[in-house]
């Protein structure tokens, strides 16, 4: 599956209702409105201008419509300086395709190899078995759990070293 990351360009928003507005993908999740939507897309543009990444579109081959967003984030009162949070949602029609690891998998190399992360975290509610699996395929491990004010569970926290991905990826070059 042949899988493009993109930067979120504001005519986005509406496809990303579909993926944010529906209440199975956000099962896990806080449903966002088309307002939200919006405002999301505008987020994701302050983030590259910020620190170079942010939510990028998952768009399948040549079509770039996107069918739901991988996000790289820096900057979070729960990171390090040198950590980066990983995260996906992919719109229901394009579940159970790998679309999402191949994705994250593209994510990761650049949180790593271009970004300078010196560990990858995703925190992951413990019921979304999927999301978790997606985490180990790409190489990230359970050593934790994090608590969220706005949540009455932990989530579980995966992670990943620049060390471990090296092992994983072999050397430069």
């Not at 190489?139 to 990943?160: A, K, N, Q, S, W």
């Amino acid at each position: 599956v042949h899988v493009v990351l993109r930067e979120l360009e504001p005519a986005d928003a509406v496809d990303l209702e579909a993926v944010l507005g529906d209440p199975e993908v956000m099962r896990y999740g806080f449903l966002r409105t088309p307002q939200e939507c919006a405002a999301f897309v505008a987020e994701a543009r302050d983030m590259y201008a910020e620190y170079g990444l942010g939510p990028y579109a998952i768009c399948v081959g040549d079509d770039p419509a996107l069918v739901g967003y991988c996000a790289l984030r820096r900057g979070l009162d729960w990171q390090a300086e040198d950590e980066v949070e990983i995260g996906y949602r992919l719109v229901r029609r394009m579940w159970g395709k790998g679309l999402a690891t191949v994705a994250a998998t593209q994510a990761r190399d650049l949180a790593f190899g271009v970004h300078g992360a010196g560990r990858l975290l995703a925190a992951i509610d413990p019921n979304n078995t999927a999301s978790i699996r997606v985490a180990e395929r790409i190489g990230m491990r359970h050593d934790g759990e994090i608590m969220f004010p706005e949540y009455d569970y932990p989530d579980l926290r995966f992670t990943m070293s620049l060390d471990d991905w090296r092992s994983l990826t072999g050397p430069p070059g």
